[in-house]
């Protein structure tokens, strides 16, 4: 594989990946594809030979692991399928000054500014009973524009563009239809009709989990083509990068985690701080102090992006931590545990990017700004397991665009095709100096 067909692959799975569902979905493919076999939560495990597996639960979050007969260490990478973005509401159907509109929630910490006036879809979950009265579930993605969030005119905000505020709950309301139609059975009728291109026999739509995401395609940019934008990158660029290297044929001991709900706090079955990762392990591994053994020998690779500095705010930075993109991947650091890197895991990370002649860099916030966290420190306080985070940097994180560099992307892959390769050292003894 050569960097240029690593992006393609990668931009081709973001497009695929839509919602946290379709992520899931595709990821599954992916491993599929690379022979890893389905194993389901409600199975029973305690015959599973040594291969290679995976599993998901609730459609959004997915483990994927391969294993021996009593292995020494785990080499464990985690990221994350959910992105910030605006998640429809129950009953979400408005009609006013002859608009058809939908209701929605802000999922996590969006930057919201540049929803406004983007050609929106909806893509997601549905649950539908059939005509024997049966619950489903179903993946909807509408794939085409069909909403839009209009900005007010500037000759009616003269203000704009020097005290703009967004109201959360008024001026985030999607337009479906510009002028009601006549004969226009209304949203639901046409999500139903969504649903009848893959079946027939759908009786009653009951709930749904959808969320609107900006139908223009992630794209490589710059005269160099040297960047990539797009939707989702923040963390699905992660969850590609553990995949790929996870899907390589050379993992061994190996295992990945790909949450769901990072960024409304992990907390939920398919969390972090939910028991998903522990329910594995106990499964994969029943004997207490066996397990306990394998975890303090083992290595948690959290992967989530990192922001790096931009040209135009270069003093929202810590002057001594300037990453910069296409200048490798970052090493996070945060002394109040926002991140859970320490020097020993951090510097095992460093040698990693060494033996594939990776460059790394680092950052930690300034005193001075609120420091973001992880499903780094979430995972390692649950479990006990060292943990590095680490990540691509990125510019406009939680935009509806955000922006990488090509080459981090592909670095990134070769340090975690090389992590789970088995070759570095994970157990390191302490000595007493001085």
Known sequence: MTTDTYIEDLLTFLTRSSSPFHAVYTAAKMLE????????????????QPG????????????????????????????????????????????????????????GGALLGPWFDRDLSLAGRVCWLDTADRLHTSLVDFKR????????????????????????????????LGNEQEGHQGFRASLKEQLHKNTSDIQELLDVDLFFYDVQGPARIGLAD???????????????????????????????????????????TTGAQ???????????????????????????????????????FADRHDSLCLPRLNKGPVIKHNANQRYAT????????????????????????????ACGSTIGPLTAAGIGVATVDVGIPSWAMHSIRETMGVLDCWYMHLV???FFSGTPPLVLDTEMIG
């Open 33 to 48: 594809q690379a022979q890893f076999t389905r194993v389901e939560e409600t199975a029973d495990w305690r015959d599973l």
């Open 52 to 107: 290679k597996y995976y599993t998901t639960r609730s459609d959004s979050s997915l483990i994927a692991f391969t294993f021996s007969e009593k292995p020494a260490a785990l080499r464990m990478a985690g990221a994350h399928t959910d992105s910030p973005c605006l998640k429809l509401k129950p009953n979400a159907e408005i009609s006013r000054q002859g608009c058809t509109q939908l209701g929605v929630e802000v999922y």
């Open 145 to 176: 524009p069909i909403a839009v969030i209009p900005s007010l005119a500037i000759h009616l905000d003269r203000e704009v563009n020097t005290n703009r505020s967004i109201n959360k709950q008024t001026d985030l309301i999607p337009i479906l």
């Open 226 to 268: 040297d960047l990539i934008t797009g939707a989702r990158l923040d963390n699905l660029v992660s969850c590609h990068a553990l995949l790929t290297a996870m899907a390589s044929g050379i993992s061994e001991n190996a295992m990945i985690v790909l949450n769901d709900h990072e960024e409304v706090g992990s907390v939920s």
């Open 274 to 312: 939910g028991p998903f990762l522990q329910a594995v392990l106990e499964r994969l591994f029943p004997d207490v102090e066996h397990r306990n053994q394998l975890l303090s020998r083992s290595l948690l690779l959290s992967v989530d992006n990192a922001h790096a500095v931009h040209p135009n």
């Open 342 to 369: 320490n020097a020993l895991t951090s510097s095992i990370f460093r040698t990693l990017c060494h033996r594939v002649h990776v460059p790394v860099q680092e950052f930690v916030m300034r005193n001075d700004l």
């Open 416 to 418: 975690l095709r090389e």
